[in-house]
């Protein structure tokens, strides 16, 4: 049976909130473009130039800046203003300055929970954006390592587990995504809890539930986090 | 006397070209500005820009085609077009999927020393941009240990040799910049060589050369490096 000495968690909607960000900003910017199209249609439209971009961009706030810039300018004909332009701009400074709020219960559970883990960060986006955020959410000094990957694939979790020593067997990953933090994880043997947000982006989207008795758990809350561990231990 | 084990390099400007497109498609880019400014005027713009959002934007192309199109506006008064904005957009793209072009000797010098040393690759910019320029470069399966970091200073690299158990003595960083890869790396007792690239950007200026008898060397070429390394090793 699988024993937790490290955990995994996963950054943006685990430990503190993002999506909700996003979506405020998106709800901006679908009001600067809604003279020329509805709601759905600049969805669509932005949706399909990020992943167009992404090879490019990878994730994270400057490259979804630059693929809404160049939405609405494909959106508008050419018709946006520079100063409307601007104001995509701003919308893109300010998710890259917008303070960290921690999810629910998250500072609680780490101090709780890390007298007796190891803790890794990892996460996908920008560097420098990702580190930024870390320092602001206090939680540094929690992390043992901090691991911003390109992509959460099943090579980037093999490679993470190897540099640091750790067995397949003695890790669980902490996350909201199935795509990122939890099908890949498993797929190396290692457990995987799934911590769902309210709300998830399109790309991350997954159809159906993984079948792993005893290595995949989904929780509400991660409050429920100690109880699982400890429930665990005791099997 | 320090022992080289290990070899730090830098990517950009040392082993492949950067600076050179990126003053190509500045090139570009004040031609595209030029009957609203002269070409000082819009440099000394967008350097300001780019040091104003460093904090936010972090290095690499996606945050200095942002600040591009931000000087744009400005420098316009809003009058610059959406599509001379997408142009600018589409350099930024340029950029990110240029091919890249190894500095001369880089391949042959790698290949020579991989034999009695290890090598780290340690860059700062994005992520994903860096990781495929690694890919594309051929150079990446001589590298024991990729790191990208958001800035290159003395705590990084403490943080990059505690991580590898390298040792300060055992460890030679071999990068054209001063400021980022020799200056801080000096500073740990460590080992730095010097190879500079015809161009600077601005922010990497520093004024006067290191003092670091027996730990500070200046090449003209990498070629240079593998002679180097043998003198020292039998001093």
């Known amino acids: ?21 996003f979506a405020a ?34 994730y994270g706030v400057k490259g979804f ?6 939405t609405a300018i494909d959106l508008t004909r050419g018709e946006i203003s520079a100063d409307e332009i601007r104001t995509i701009l701003q919308l893109g400074q300010e ?3 917008h303070p960290v709020e921690l999810l629910d219960g998250v500072a609680e559970v780490l101090t709780a929970l890390s007298a007796a883990h190891e803790f890794v960060l990892i996460t996908k986006g920008d560097l420098s954006h ?13 992390f043992r390592a901090v691991e911003v990957v390109a992509e959460k694939d ?11 020593r750790i067995a397949p067997g003695e890790f ?19 457990a995987a809890v799934h911590v769902p947000y309210h709300v998830t982006w399109s790309h991350e989207h997954v159809e159906s539930l993984p ?5 995949f758990f989904q929780l509400q809350s991660i409050r429920e986090l100690p109880t699982l561990l400890r429930d665990h231990a005791q099997l």
């Open 65 to 70: 800046t630059l693929s809404s810039i160049e």
């Open 95 to 97: 998710m890259l300055a």
């Open 211 to 215: 079948d792993a008795p005893g290595r």
């Open 172 to 190: 669980f990953m902490v996350g909201n995504s199935l795509k990122s933090d939890i099908l890949p994880v498993l797929a190396l043997g290692a």
């Open 154 to 164: 099943e090579a980037a979790y093999a490679a993470i587990l190897l540099r640091h």
């Open 130 to 142: 990702q580190q930024s955020k870390l320092a602001k959410s206090g939680l540094a000094s929690h």
């Open 25 to 58: 900003v998106q709800e901006r910017y679908r009001a600067l473009l809604a003279r020329y199209h509805d709601a759905e249609t600049v969805n669509r439209t932005l949706f399909a130039t990020e992943m167009r971009n992404l090879e490019l961009y990878g």
């Open 1 to 21: 049976m699988n024993h937790c000495r490290v955990i995994g968690f996963d950054a943006d909607d685990t430990l503190w909130h993002n999506e909700t960000i």
